[in-house]
């Protein structure tokens, strides 16, 4: 994306623009609304308190989503009613859950290797399959509730947005300008103090969207959403969960040997243990046509926006122009995850021939 581009444009023009795209401003608003469910779910028997605690984090949800909603009220109930519909209060409540189990659980470890990924296969195989059961039922709820509210106010996507930003301005903008000013001399603290110089106000946000997206990636978003929803709808009816989880836990016993001790690093032993499995086990075909679209995705993306990678990154070493030993562990680090990802796709192309 072009980062740094002309200001903005006229607030009129952007309401035209963003009238003729209302209907796709409303799917990303239900999608945001189920991610955020998702993500504050888990296995509750596992954890101390663990139900009790994820409905104090469903009580702070429920008053952030109905102050951001307004006067939103689907089936005549606030908007963050329908987080107790069976299938969204499922998925909050496993996936709540989950996030504390893995909180506990790596809290004070500083290697993570890859027989602790293995044993925790379970929990992400029993995460996976309440999703296939749940995920599309709840997103579909939501998506029926915000379209409900859209059509019966032709403001409401503009007030979703003001009341979202002011949310932030007021919770947490100080906070973050203080951690900003604290830790410029950090890569995070530039980006963020960049971020908030950038963006100022509702108008400099939906000034920057208007200058940077445009119908052609809008379309290519919907399609990309279309594709993943049609993917996951394979790989849950062809019983894939069950299938990943059994090969996945094999992979990273068998990674989990010699001098593979530290999950972060691929290449090396990690790699060989790897390609060793790869040779006398099969990938689900399940599995592996997930991998190869996700591939063809990122080719895709990676060739159709480098014009925009490329003004990002310009206009990232712009930002860290003056701190360029910052530019240099930026670099550092971006060649170091490229070279793990490399590593990845040798080992990948290298032992996945045909597919059980």
């Keep these: 994306k072009q ?47 663990g139900r009790a605690q994820a409905s104090e984090m469903k009580n702070l949800v429920s008053t ?13 109930d606030a908007f963050s009613a329908l987080l107790n519909s069976p299938s969204c209060s499922a998925l909050f409540y496993q996936g709540a859950c989950y996030g504390m189990k893995a909180a506990a659980k790596y809290a004070d470890v500083d290697v993570v290797t890859y027989g602790m990924l293995r044993d925790g296969v379970s929990d992400i195989k029993a995460l996976g399959n309440l999703a296939c059961d749940h995920v599309e039922t709840c997103y579909n709820e939501v ?4 379209s409900a509210c859209a059509a019966a106010d032709p403001n409401f996507v503009d007030g979703v947005i003001e009341r979202a930003t002011e ?34 106000s509702v108008d400099s946000i939906k000034a920057f969207f208007m200058d940077n997206v445009d119908d052609a990636m809008i379309a290519d978003a919907e399609a990309a959403f279309e594709a993943v929803k049609q993917t996951a709808a394979n790989f849950c009816d062809s019983g ?35 390609a060793g499995f790869l040779a006398r086990k099969r990938v689900p075909c399940c599995l592996q046509d997930v991998i190869e ?45 490229m070279g793990q990802l490399q590593c990845v796709a040798d080992v990948y192309n290298a032992g996945v021939s045909a597919c059980a």
């Design 143 to 146: 998506f029926a509730a915000v």
């Design 240 to 274: 894939c969960v069950d299938k990943t989880a059994k090969f996945v836990r094999k992979l990273f016993n068998a990674m989990n040997q010699g001098q593979c001790v530290d999950a972060s690093v691929i290449c090396g032993d990690c790699a060989d243990n790897a």
């Design 167 to 200: 949310m932030y301005m007021s919770q947490a903008e100080a906070q973050l300008a203080a951690y900003g000013e604290a830790n410029d001399n950090t890569i995070i603290g530039r980006l963020i103090n960049g971020a908030m110089d950038r963006f100022t």
């Design 3 to 49: 980062w740094y581009q002309r200001r903005g444009r006229e607030f009129q023009t952007f309401q035209h623009y963003f009238i003729q795209i209302n209907l796709r401003s409303m799917k990303v608003i239900a999608v945001l609304l189920a991610i955020v469910a998702i993500s504050m779910a888990d296995i509750c028997a596992d954890v101390a308190g």
């Design 293 to 337: 679209q996700g591939l063809a995705g990122a080719q895709y993306a990676a060739n159709a926006y480098s014009g925009q990678a490329a003004d990002a990154e310009a206009a990232l070493r712009d930002l860290f122009a003056d701190r360029p030993e910052l530019i240099a562990r930026a670099e550092e680090v971006a060649a170091y995850s």
């Design 64 to 76: 952030g989503i109905d102050n951001i909603m307004g006067d939103c009220y689907p089936n005549g």
